[in-house]
C-alpha cells in the first residue's frame, strides 16, 4: 500500500493490495483518471491519454487548444456544462438558477490512516498503519464549493474506498440537485454489468449483461437499499468467471435510496457512477455547511468474482462489522416466528425454548408479537411494553426462564415503525413521515416513523433501550416492513423537504449508533422482511442479517450464492423451516435444509415440539456438526464451486486460513433418470497438502481435489439432496 505523488507529472498513484489506480490533474486544473486494474510498479504513461479534435465536443479553452475537450477524457469528478455530456457526479444550484460549474484541482494532501465519515458508517481501520489516505481538493469558482475527494487504500487489501465531502465556501446559498460518491471512467465497454436484483423472498438473484451504448443502471426510490436491488454493481471482463479475469467491484456504503450506473458513451468508453439517488434529493447548503457523501468501496479483482468476494468478505468482516460478535462465532438460534406468528403465550414460547435446550441451540429469539396489543399486523408498533395477556410475568421473567435452560434470550423489534393503532400514533400524529393535506398511504398497516426528527429519534431510542435495559437480553433482531411513501416532515422547511429521506437515514444510523453502542453484549440482526436491507451500511452497526423471508432450502441456495458476492457468510441469518415451506409450499428434505441453513449463521425456525423423534435425532446431529464447523463456515474463505443459477446443482466450500481445514457442500434439487456422473473441483486447498475426508477417512490430496475432482457417489437419489465433505490437513 503507498500513495505517489510526482510533482512533475502532477500524478496519482495508488497502489493497493494487487491493484494500481492511476490520476493526473492537466491542462488548467482538471483531473484525470489514467488507470485501474493490475498492480504496475511505476507507471509510466504506456496508456496516456489521446488529444484530438471531435466533432461536437466542445473545447473549454478553444483560443488555447481545439484538442482538449472535456467530453472524450476519462475524469476523477465530471461535472456539467463545460463539455462534458455525460453523467455527472455533482450538480448544484447557484442563487440565479444556473447549474453550471467547473471544479478544478487546488492543492491535496497524503496522510496515514483513514478519516472517519461524520454521521455515516463506513470501513475503518483500528491502527494508522493500516492505510494511507490521499485527500485532493477541488475548488468551483462559480459556485464556490470546494469538493474534498477522499481516497483510502488498505495494506494488503485490492480496494480503494472513496468519499466526497462538499463545503459551500462561498457567499450563497447552494442547493445540491446530485451528490454522488464516486465517478470511475474506464476506456472501453468490453464488460459485463453484474447487478444482485430481486424481490422479496427472492432478493440477490445475479444477473449479468453486456454493456451498450447508453445508461444501464440499478437505483432505489423506496427509502431503504431495497429487496429489488442492492447497492452493488461489477463490471466483469467478458471472459472473467469464478477463478480468472479481471472484475471491478463497487458498493455503497449505504441503506437508502441510491443509484448505481455504467453509462457508455459513443466513443465506446465506460463511465460508473455511485452514490445517493439523485430522484427527489436535494439539500441546502448554507454559507459554511458541508455536506458529506456515503462511501463506495470499490475492489479489483485478478481472480474473477471469486477474488472479489473473498476481498470484500475480509474487509466487510473485520473491517466494516464492529462490536464484540465481530471475531465471535455466532450463536446457533431458534426463532419462534414461523411455529406461532402472533399466536403464543409464555408457556409455549417456554415449550419451544425447552425442546430447543435439549438439541443443544443455544439462543432463543422472540419474534414479532410480544408488545402492545399486537394478535396481527395491525396494531401496536411504537407501543414498546410488554402485553400482559401473553407474557403475564413479563420478560424479564421470560427471558430468566429461557437462560435457565442454558439458552441465551433474544428479541424482535420495529423501531422505524407505527402503527396507526398504537397509542404512540395516537399521542403523536405527525411523528411519521407524511404531507400535510395528502393521504397517508399504509403498507402491512404501518407508517414509518419520521427520522429526519431528533425528537422521534430521542423517543425512540429511550422507549428501546429501557426495555432492552428491563431484562437479560443478548441478541436483537431489527426489523423494518415497509418503504416509505409521502416522504415529508412536519419539521421541515418548504425548500428542505426534498432532504427527508436522507436526514431520515442519517437519523437511522445515529440512533444505531447509540443502541448498539449502549449494549455492546447483544448481538444485533438487522431485517427488513428478510433482506430487503442487506446492505454495508446496516452491517456497519449490526454484524449479522436475516438473509430472506424465504426459507425455503432450494430457494436459498440462489439467495445465499448471490448475496455472497458481496457480503461475508457471517453475515447471513439463514434457518432451519418446517414443510411444506411457508413461502413457496414445498417439501424438501431435513438433511437439505439443515445443509443450505448450515452454510450461513444456522437457526431453527418452526415448532420444535412437533418433531419426531427420528426429526429430533437428526437436529441434534446438525447442530453438534455445526458447532464442529461453525467457525470455518463463519469465518473461512468462500468458494462458490457449482451455481443455482447455472442448473440443478450448486456447489460451495469454506477453506481454514491455514488451508489445514475446509468444508465442501453439494446440493442436488432434483433427481433424473440415467443421470451423468458427477465430480466437484475444489477450490483454495492446498495443492501440496494430503486431506483426511472425515465422514470415510479416506486420504486425497489437495491436488487431486482440485484438479481431478471429488465424485458425488453415483447412490444418492431422489430429489432434494446434500452431500457434505468435512476435510481436515492429514497427519
Ligand atoms: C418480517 C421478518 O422478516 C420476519 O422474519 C418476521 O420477523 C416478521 N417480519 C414479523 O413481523
Redesign the pocket.
Known amino acids: 500500500m503507498t500513495i505517489y505523488y510526482h510533482d512533475s507529472q502532477k500524478t496519482f498513484h495508488l497502489q493497493a493490495g494487487d491493484s494500481s489506480y492511476v490520476m493526473q490533474v492537466v491542462n488548467k486544473g482538471f483531473l484525470t483518471h489514467l488507470y485501474w486494474g493490475k498492480k504496475i510498479k511505476e507507471y509510466r504513461f504506456a496508456n496516456r491519454l489521446q488529444f484530438t479534435d471531435r466533432a461536437f465536443s466542445g473545447n473549454p479553452h478553444p483560443s488555447e487548444n481545439r484538442t482538449f475537450s472535456l467530453d472524450t477524457l476519462p475524469q476523477e469528478f465530471p461535472v456539467y456544462g463545460t463539455t462534458d455530456y455525460r453523467a455527472p457526479i455533482v450538480q448544484v444550484q447557484l442563487e440565479n438558477g444556473t447549474t453550471i460549474t467547473d471544479f478544478r484541482y487546488d492543492s491535496h494532501r497524503i496522510f496515514k490512516g483513514k478519516p472517519e465519515l461524520e454521521g455515516l458508517p463506513s470501513t475503518y481501520i483500528e491502527e494508522e498503519a493500516e492505510a494511507e489516505t490521499l485527500e485532493i481538493m477541488l475548488y468551483d469558482e462559480l459556485s464556490g464549493l470546494k469538493a474534498v475527494l477522499l481516497y483510502t487504500v488498505y495494506n494488503d487489501r485490492s480496494v480503494i474506498t472513496r468519499s466526497i465531502r462538499l463545503v459551500n465556501s462561498g457567499r450563497q446559498s447552494l442547493q445540491l440537485l446530485r451528490a454522488l460518491s464516486a465517478s470511475v471512467d474506464f476506456r472501453d465497454n468490453d464488460f459485463e454489468f453484474i447487478q444482485l436484483s430481486g424481490a422479496w423472498g427472492k432478493e440477490r438473484e445475479i444477473e449479468r449483461h453486456s454493456l451498450r451504448q447508453g445508461i444501464q443502471s440499478i437505483e432505489s426510490r423506496r427509502g431503504a437499499s431495497s429487496h429489488q436491488q442492492n447497492p452493488f454493481l461489477a463490471l466483469a471482463r467478458k471472459n472473467a468467471d469464478e477463478q480468472y479475469g479481471d472484475v471491478y467491484g463497487f458498493s455503497f456504503v449505504y441503506s437508502g435510496n441510491f443509484l448505481a450506473q455504467a453509462e457508455v458513451d459513443q466513443f465506446h468508453t465506460a463511465r460508473v457512477s455511485m452514490g445517493i439517488n439523485p430522484f427527489d434529493f436535494s439539500w441546502k447548503l448554507e454559507p459554511g455547511d458541508s455536506f458529506q457523501c456515503p462511501e463506495v468501496v470499490m475492489v479489483y479483482s485478478h481472480e474473477g468474482l471469486g477474488g472479489m468476494s473473498r476481498t470484500y468478505h475480509d474487509l466487510y468482516r473485520h473491517r466494516l462489522a464492529r462490536g464484540p460478535f465481530r471475531d465471535r462465532e455466532r450463536p446457533i438460534l431458534i426463532?419462534n416466528?414461523e411455529a406461532t406468528y402472533f399466536d403464543f403465550n409464555a408457556d409455549k414460547i417456554e415449550s419451544i425454548a425447552a425442546a430447543g435446550s435439549e438439541l443443544g441451540i443455544e439462543l432463543f429469539v422472540l419474534?414479532?408479537g410480544w408488545f402492545g396489543h399486537r394478535d396481527d399486523?395491525k396494531t401496536s408498533l411504537g407501543d414498546w411494553f410488554v402485553d400482559e395477556r401473553k407474557l403475564p410475568n413479563g420478560l424479564d421473567d421470560l427471558a430468566s426462564r429461557v437462560r435457565n435452560m442454558n439458552m441465551e434470550f433474544g428479541l424482535?423489534f420495529?423501531p422505524e415503525m407505527v402503527s396507526v393503532d398504537s397509542d404512540l400514533y395516537r399521542n403523536h400524529p405527525d411523528w411519521c413521515l407524511h404531507v400535510p393535506s395528502a393521504n397517508r398511504s399504509e403498507s402491512r398497516n404501518q407508517l414509518v416513523l419520521d427520522f429526519s426528527r431528533d425528537d422521534v429519534c430521542i423517543a425512540v431510542t429511550k422507549m428501546v433501550m429501557d426495555i432492552l435495559s428491563s431484562a437479560p437480553i443478548t441478541y436483537v433482531?431489527w426489523?423494518m416492513?415497509r418503504h416509505m411513501t409521502e416522504i415529508g416532515s412536519a419539521r421541515l422547511p418548504a425548500d428542505r423537504q426534498r432532504e427527508t429521506a436522507h436526514r431520515y437515514m442519517l437519523g437511522l444510523y445515529r440512533v444505531m449508533e447509540k443502541i448498539t453502542t449502549s449494549f455492546p453484549h447483544i448481538l444485533f440482526e438487522s431485517?427488513?422482511?428478510?433482506g430487503g436491507r442487506f446492505d454495508p451500511g446496516m452491517l456497519y452497526y449490526m454484524p449479522q442479517t436475516?438473509t430472506s423471508?424465504n426459507t425455503d432450502a432450494v430457494s436459498r441456495l440462489k439467495i445465499q450464492y448471490g448475496t455472497s458476492l458481496v457480503y461475508p457468510i457471517s453475515s447471513m441469518g439463514a434457518h432451519v423451516s418446517d414443510v411444506p415451506n411457508h413461502q413457496v409450499n414445498r417439501l424438501t428434505s431435513l438433511q437439505m435444509r439443515g445443509d443450505v441453513a448450515a452454510s450461513g449463521n444456522l437457526g431453527y425456525e418452526l415448532d420444535l415440539t412437533k418433531l419426531t423423534d427420528e426429526e429430533k435425532e437428526e437436529v441434534t446431529q446438525q447442530v453438534a456438526q455445526y458447532k464442529k464447523i461453525r467457525s470455518l463456515i463463519q469465518f473461512g474463505d468462500f468458494y462458490r464451486l457449482l451455481s443455482p443459477f447455472a442448473g440443478n446443482e450448486t456447489a460451495w466450500m469454506f477453506v481454514n486460513k491455514k488451508k489445514t481445514e475446509a468444508v465442501l457442500f453439494y446440493f442436488r434439487v432434483l433427481d433424473a433418470p440415467n443421470a451423468p456422473f458427477r465430480s466437484v473441483k475444489a477450490h483454495g486447498l492446498d495443492s501440496g497438502k494430503t486431506y483426511r475426508i472425515q465422514e470415510t477417512g479416506e486420504i486425497v490430496g489437495g491436488d487431486e481435489l482440485m484438479y481431478a475432482g471429488m465424485d458425488v457417489p453415483a447412490d444418492v437419489s431422489g430429489d432434494f439432496q446434500s452431500v457434505v465433505w468435512h476435510l481436515k490437513e492429514a497427519e
Do not use: L, V
Request: hydrophobic share 20%; net charge negative.
Open positions: 426463532n416466528w419474534d414479532d399486523d424482535w420495529e433482531k426489523d416492513n431485517c427488513s422482511g428478510g436475516w423471508d
